[in-house]
């Protein structure tokens, strides 16, 4: 012990030397690809379903009424037009949930790759279902489809950012997570510019909208296969020591990985005796306790934060400015563009600011705006120009969401938990996300008919207690290895931290390598 003690001053100098010569390596291509073709097959599909349907509402509603009369010699009451519709949108919330409950087992059996590239088969089947039902002239088709592309979003928003923090070293593991916030904002502007009475949005022409999800869904299942598996899934729980290596070499650019295996060596050696954890295992643990917390609060934030409400408000605001109805559909592509970009202002500023200033900052900053739309909506009629400021009320609101609250709860998820226990707590950041945003779509109209233009007072709370629950718990995460981070909770949850000793023993254990020399484990860029 006396020796490793000696030598802790030269591991401590290796370990600041890696964190140099890591912030020094740039993204390598294998990375990027990574990065981009996974969250393209499903941050970007999620977004794209977000809005896809709003452009052709009125020819689906339409459709739904012929194809009723030709089955029934009747026509569609009001109501159950309504029913219908109500049942298309909010079926893919419960797609979701049933694809965030099931992500757990499929994750286990076929790792994060592998479970992105089966997830383009539900997306494919809804494909066909979605686009053909017109043609098949069945309502139901449409109403499946929907659940099916809610499952294929739910299964994505919890595979793919466990993949991205997991293949990424720790100093742009913030930037290179915010690639699912990014892509989703994407997939939400693509759905608007495609919808637009020029391209898609015409009643001969919308069932194409559903077509084009095929080719985002096709070009990551001809890429990601070449691309590789998660070194740290493979080294922990598939024990797979070269074909971690063989990842971690391709990913990082290098030849010698030893330092990013020995850090996850030293990880598994942590939770020796834990495999992957239940979601029962995880809820009556102690030691992540208040991880768990922090991610149940942030994810419900990001869906009540009420960027979903924002969208009743945008059209009725323009019409009261003066704008016609048919350049409406233009102004708006806006909002899809303010989100786009301040998704990428985020995901650059991320390594340099934190996450939880950009947090905190962008639950911060919607309530302030959310305030002043409140004031602005209640003096609409009574100034001309008062439409205006709240219209830049709202994209402020969308630049303040997308800032921080719109990716970074995701990219948490996969930080604050260690590898046993991260498919359970995504799973039930999942969970927590889509019952979130289904409770929203039913509530909120009840909210709006009885506030009105106060509606937003109620977000404006949820923003303003969230921020003030991750002020005091949540420590900053950026450029720590995902033992550091557990670590800081520990006082939080009542648990012993490692002393001095036992942390120069994990981190200076010697153990041979595959060419019989001693290897020093030392903390690395991941």
Request: hydrophobic share 50%; net charge neutral; proline share 4%.
């Amino acid at each position: 012990m006396d020796e490793r003690q000696k030598d802790q001053p030269a591991a401590d100098q290796n370990m600041k030397d890696s964190g140099k010569n890591s912030e020094q390596q740039p993204v390598t291509a294998c990375l990027f690809s990574a990065a981009f073709f996974g969250a393209l097959g499903s941050s970007f599909i999620y977004g794209y379903n977000l809005s896809v349907v709003n452009a052709p509402a009125l020819y689906i509603k339409a459709f739904y009424n012929r194809t009723w009369m030709e089955r029934y010699g009747e026509p569609l009451r009001a109501e159950t037009t309504t029913l219908l519709w109500s049942v298309t949108v909010s079926i893919f919330s419960i797609g979701g949930l049933v694809g965030a409950v099931s992500v757990t087992m499929i994750l286990k059996i076929l790792g994060r790759k592998g479970t992105l590239l089966l997830n383009n088969i539900f997306a494919l089947i809804a494909v066909l279902l979605l686009s053909l039902g017109e043609s098949a002239k069945s309502f139901e088709m449409l109403i499946i489809g929907r659940f099916i592309i809610g499952v294929d979003s739910g299964i994505a928003l919890c595979a793919l950012p466990m993949y991205l923090g997991e293949i990424t070293p720790r100093h742009i593991r913030g930037s290179i997570g915010q690639f699912n916030a990014i892509l989703i904002c994407f997939g939400v502007f693509t759905a608007q510019v495609l919808g637009l009475p020029e391209l898609l949005g015409q009643e001969t022409r919308w069932s194409y909208l559903f077509t084009f999800l095929a080719f985002p869904a096709v070009l990551q299942l001809c890429v990601m296969p070449f691309l590789p598996e998660s070194p740290r899934y493979l080294l922990i729980e598939r024990r797979d020591e070269a074909g971690a290596e063989q990842a971690f070499r391709r990913l990082l650019g290098k030849k010698d990985v030893s330092q990013e295996l020995e850090e996850v060596h030293a990880e598994s050696r942590a939770q020796d005796n834990v495999h992957t954890a239940s979601v029962l295992q995880l809820l009556r643990s102690q030691a992540v306790r208040w991880q768990l917390i922090t991610i149940i609060v942030s994810m419900a934030c990001y869906q009540l934060c009420g960027l979903n409400a924002i969208w009743y408000y945008t059209n009725g605001i323009l019409r009261d400015a003066g704008f016609a109805d048919n350049i409406i559909p233009y102004i708006t592509l806006t909002t899809g563009a303010i989100e786009t970009l301040a998704a990428i202002i985020s995901g650059l500023v991320i390594e340099r600011i934190g996450r939880k200033p950009l947090l905190i900052f962008g639950f911060i900053s919607m309530a302030v705006f959310f305030s002043l739309l409140t004031v602005f909506l209640h003096f609409q009629d009574s100034m001309s120009w008062m439409p205006y400021l709240s219209y830049v009320c709202i994209l402020a609101v969308i630049a303040s969401f997308c800032s921080g609250p719109g990716g970074i709860p995701f990219v948490l998820t996969g930080e604050l938990f260690e590898q046993s226990y991260r498919p359970a707590a995504f799973m039930i950041a999942g969970i927590v996300n889509w019952l979130c945003n289904f409770a929203v779509g039913l509530m909120f109209p009840f909210i709006q008919e009885a506030l009105q233009a106060f509606a937003f007072l109620v977000f404006v709370v949820v923003c303003v207690l969230g921020s003030i629950y991750l002020y005091f718990v949540l420590p900053e995460t950026k450029n720590k290895t995902f033992m550091d981070i557990s670590q800081s909770f520990a006082k939080i949850n009542k648990i012993p931290v490692p002393s001095p000793g036992q942390e120069t023993e994990l981190v200076l254990s010697c153990k041979p390598d595959m060419y019989g020399k001693d290897i020093i484990k030392r903390e690395s860029s991941f």
